[in-house]
């Protein structure tokens, strides 16, 4: 059937199905042109299939209600043939939606999709205005029906659920844009507002990417409040004690890069530079090797990034991490590396209880797992990762008396420096008031696909690492930390990069650098 032929069917069904329930049918043509019908199909006790679009691509799809769409005069109602090819016609031709016999969050997701994807483009062409009035038309639209779904669930729904809720998932996101757009032209008040309306009308949205990463705007949303009102700025701090001498670090400032062989990328020659530009006091690579080029002035620690065999695991440690000690070089320990993380370490938190006592018989401190999720709960800054590995092996790792100095933590959230601290709080309370080591840190926007997508300004970062820096300096509970500088090409932390392309310090970077033992403040005329 040609395209034509499609159009005549439409037209067909549109004039003579008159006695059913209305269903809507939207065509949008190769051309851009969107053409929308209300008519009345006439149904037989057949077997229901309807075309729905799913994002990319229609199929057909039969419903438990056992009807079937009949058009009784049309030429090709009964040439399986041509309908055959009127549904491949649809498929290459036209995007098609019906709702009918579908809840509403799973007929209107495609739609809200792709003003979803219009308001992307929009942020990354900085054109505030379009994306708020994006926004508003698709809160017309499909607002009503996303508050609906959001009020009809009573927790975030898991990954596989969370489909289930595409059109709450997309309003969601188009609702924290919005806010975005306002708070980058200046109306704070438009973006308070956005903020509130997300958290109070679409909760529970949330997305996840084919890589993975979860992302709910409600979070980032909180974080944005935080950052906004007034009252946010009282400042978060904790009585402690200093550190013992053991386990103080010579300065608190850090940094993480890999030291990889030559010709390999992250390679000793390209990274090195890199890191003594920052001026910190310690580093590591996510490695146990010390590499002869490796700064006198500066502590190397050394990382059991995962293990996955017993003989194996004391043999590297006995190889690398021990002459270190002996000779005096290495004065701590960090373990596991993001081992609640498919990607990372991944490893069962029993698997690594079985391990730790082989690092408590080095005897020097030891730096708990870095888990990606230090808290086993829901929050933007945990790269979508879930689950309980954290507080299940903390919890096992002190019923055994097991030594654990130091708590590694990962956190990679929105620029609101009240949200950091808050949260580094909560991990110093959950797990006996140990000193932290923040091994990673950066501020991310999980949800930015391309650079220009990124919601973070290099502005806005700068702004938080002058506040949050400072702060850390002064607490005695925080022992170190380890800014991650994202490589500047990378989407969801291109404005966290330390560096440029060329390898020189970006202005965030020089900020970095100009935090030392005798200035802890920085030098806060860096603009």
Not at 154 to 169: C, Q, R, S, V
Not at 441 to 468: C, I, R, Y
């Amino acid at each position: 059937m040609n395209f034509e032929e499609s159009i005549h069917l439409w037209q067909f069904v549109s004039q003579n199905s008159n006695k059913a329930k209305p269903l809507t049918f939207s065509f949008l043509f190769p051309f851009g042109t969107q053409v929308t019908k209300i008519f009345k199909p006439t149904f037989s006790n057949k077997g229901l299939s309807d075309f729905i679009f799913m994002r990319e691509f229609v199929f057909a799809r039969t419903i438990q209600n056992n009807f079937r769409l009949s058009f009784p005069d049309s030429p090709i109602a009964h040439n399986p043939s041509k309908m055959m090819n009127f549904r491949k016609s649809l498929l290459l031709s036209t995007t098609c939606m019906a709702q009918f016999l579908m809840p509403a969050h799973t007929c209107l997701a495609e739609e809200a999709w792709q003003v979803t994807a219009k308001i992307w483009g929009a942020m990354g062409k900085k054109d505030w205005n379009e994306v708020e009035r994006l926004a508003n038309q698709a809160n017309r639209t499909w607002g009503e029906s996303a508050r609906k779904a959001n009020n009809q669930i009573t927790k975030l729904p898991g990954k596989d659920e969370a489909k289930g809720y595409a059109t709450l998932n997309e309003l969601a996101t188009i609702t924290y844009l919005k806010g975005e757009a306002l708070y980058k032209k200046g109306d704070r008040d438009g973006a308070l507002a956005a903020y509130y309306t997300l958290i109070a009308d679409f909760n529970y949205g949330q997305c996840w990417d084919k890589a993975g990463w979860w992302w709910q705007p409600a979070f980032a949303a909180r974080d944005r409040i935080a950052e906004l009102t007034p009252g946010s700025q009282t400042e978060v701090s904790i009585d402690a004690d200093p550190l013992p001498a053991n386990l103080a670090l010579d300065g608190k400032k850090g940094i993480c890069f890999t030291l990889r062989k030559s010709n390999q990328s992250g390679s000793v020659e390209e990274n090195l530079p890199k890191i003594q530009a920052t001026r910190s006091y310690w580093n590591y690579s996510w490695g146990m090797e010390l590499v002869e080029e490796q700064p006198s002035k500066m502590e190397f620690m050394p990382m059991a990034w995962g293990a996955w065999g017993m003989d194996g695991f004391v043999q590297s440690v006995r190889k690398h991490i021990v002459p270190q000690i002996q000779s005096g070089v290495t004065k701590r320990v960090l373990g596991f590396n993001e081992p609640d993380k498919k990607e990372q370490a991944n490893m069962p938190y029993q698997d690594a209880l079985k391990y730790w006592p082989v690092l408590e018989e080095l005897g020097v401190p030891l730096c708990s797992p870095a888990c990606a999720n230090p808290l086993s709960d829901v929050d933007d800054s945990t790269q979508g990762v879930r689950g309980t590995w954290m507080r299940d092996f903390m919890r096992e790792a002190d019923k055994r008396n097991y030594r654990i100095d130091y708590i590694g933590v990962h956190w990679y959230g929105a620029t609101s420096p009240r949200a950091f601290k808050e949260r580094m709080a909560q991990v110093y309370e959950a797990y006996g008031r140990r000193p932290l080591l923040i091994s990673e840190f950066a501020v991310a926007d999980w949800g930015a696909k391309t650079v220009g997508q990124n919601s973070h300004s290099p502005e806005e970062v700068l702004k938080f690492m002058k506040n949050v820096l400072p702060w850390m300096e002064k607490q005695n509970w925080i022992a170190g930390y380890a800014w991650f500088s994202f490589g500047i090409h990378e989407a969801v932390g291109t404005s966290s990069s330390l560096f440029d392309q060329s390898g020189k310090l970006t202005t965030l970077g020089k900020f970095y650098s100009s935090v030392t033992n005798e200035n802890p403040d920085g030098d806060q005329s860096i603009r």
